[in-house]
């Protein structure tokens, strides 16, 4: 997939079509990123008009800020829990009306006995939190650029209301 500034071509149509979503419906989004530390926050904020909708991000790459910024229950942080326990804290937080977030195994090795390449996505919207569990191929880089897309793809679903 070609690469422009850091970011593939279907991150940016993804992002862009979070922007107009967003910009649609007058809604703040926000982000907590584990595995892709701000890249979703980057993605977010190179599209269009994202100063009018983009609250930001809280990069929680620790497990520490996971349980004391984000609110997440201390335990395993590799779960869908932790994930929509980070949606739902960045969405207080940042004081958006829908997050996303992202925690998982980049790689190469497995952690909390989870193989690399499995990440969590979760979208809080409101009171509803959406998750999913995905399991990606590929060196860490390539790991973390297949979660920010899954990231987007997620958000945007859950914009749409799907």
Do not use: C
Request: glycine residues 14%; aromatic residues 4%; without cysteine.
């Amino acid at each position: 997939m070609p690469v422009r500034n850091g970011t593939d071509e279907e991150t940016e149509r993804l992002a862009q079509a979070v922007a107009a979503e967003a910009g649609r419906r007058g809604l703040r989004i926000g982000a907590a990123e584990s595995l892709t530390s701000g890249a979703i926050a980057v993605a977010l904020g190179k599209a269009d008009d994202a100063s009018e909708w983009f609250a930001g991000s809280i990069v929680a790459y620790e497990a520490s800020v996971k349980f004391e910024v984000l609110g997440v229950t201390p335990g395993p942080v590799v779960t869908a829990r932790a994930a929509e326990q980070m949606a739902t804290g960045a969405r207080e937080r940042l004081g958006a009306d829908a997050a996303v977030a992202v925690t998982g195994v980049g790689g190469p090795g497995e952690e909390e006995g989870r193989p690399a390449g499995t990440v969590y996505v979760a979208v809080a919207l409101g009171d509803e939190v959406r998750n999913g569990e995905h399991h990606f191929d590929g060196d860490p880089a390539e790991v973390v650029a297949a979660t920010i897309r899954a990231a987007l793809s997620a958000l945007l679903e859950g914009l749409r209301g799907g």
